[in-house]
């Protein structure tokens, strides 16, 4: 079978891996809940893809998120449930619901301000909506704001999303400076239960530091988990010029002290300010449609 830029073909080798007797074991043993961490990671491939700026991968990821999409249909539509087809039926549907201002008929000006209000009301019409579908005690209550964050998100962006929410109600600080001062509270938290030893404790003040310094991310503007990412990535690169020295030097990382290791570190900040590299393009995040 030769690639093809038709989706159809991405269908039918889904198909065949899926075929019992003549597709691929692997393929085959799989189920939603089984592929549900490929899926997460393929997502979290093309965020990388997106940071650092390679369009080239970004395309390759792209194609792997897309085969996540493709597998998830696959396996509903062997189950009766829904296929492709219906997916993307939704899909659009959905889209072109949400946005009146280009595909329904009118000559009004339409400002920023306006489509994010109407998107709002558009969402919370299908919220209502879904929520009419279920049999009656089948889901969680729906009254309260925060019901409708998705649980299933990334710990980091399902905090952005309940401080979002919770802010459009006012519930909010008017000043970073002010999420700062919480920081430094619950790093004083943090402090007085390792006093106490406490490994709950300590667990618990931890998750609300992270909180907190996703407010302050929220506050300023920056995504946290891109953020995130940059600083894993200044830490390899910063790692590596300390492993490059001791090479040089014939050492290996074992035979450095801490202080020495320290030093290397300083240098290689140091260097970066020096030479100030080019950021990589930074690809703004599409919005949760």
Not at 8 to 25: E, F, H, N, V
Not at 258 to 267: F, G, K, V, Y
Request: with cysteine.
């Amino acid at each position: 079978m030769p690639p093809s830029r038709d989706i159809k073909s991405l269908l039918d080798i889904m198909a065949q891996l899926r075929t019992p007797g003549s597709g691929c074991p692997w393929d085959l043993q799989q189920t939603f809940a089984s592929i549900a961490p490929y899926t997460i990671e393929e997502a979290y491939e093309v965020t990388d893809a997106i940071a650092r700026g390679d369009l080239a991968d970004l395309c390759d990821e792209l194609g792997d998120l897309l085969l996540q999409v493709v597998f998830h249909a696959r396996m509903a539509e062997e189950q009766g449930a829904f296929c492709f087809g219906d997916v993307v039926e939704a899909i659009t549907r959905k889209m072109i619901r949400r946005h009146p201002h280009v595909f329904a008929d009118g000559n009004d000006v339409v400002t920023p301000a306006h489509v994010e209000g109407a998107w709002e009301r558009i969402k919370a019409e299908e919220k209502a909506e879904r929520a009419a579908r279920r049999p009656p005690g089948g889901a969680r209550s729906g009254k309260s704001l925060l019901a409708g964050i998705k649980a299933g998100q990334p710990a980091l962006t399902r905090a952005m999303a309940l401080q979002r929410k919770a802010s459009s109600v006012g519930f909010d600080w008017n000043d970073p400076r002010e999420v700062l001062r919480k920081i430094r509270e619950e790093a004083d938290e943090i402090e007085a239960a390792l006093d106490r030893n406490d490994a709950k404790e300590l667990e618990g003040e931890t998750g609300d530091l992270l909180f907190a310094l996703v407010n302050l991310a929220r506050h300023v503007g920056a995504d946290p988990d891109l953020a995130l990412r940059g600083t894993n990535a200044k830490f390899e690169r910063r790692f590596a010029h300390i492993e490059h020295a001791l090479s040089e030097q014939g050492r290996s990382l074992e035979s450095a002290s801490l202080a020495e290791m320290d030093a290397l570190w300083d240098a290689a900040k140091e260097n970066e300010q020096k030479e100030r590299p080019t950021e990589p393009p930074v690809f703004q995040n599409p919005r949760d449609h």
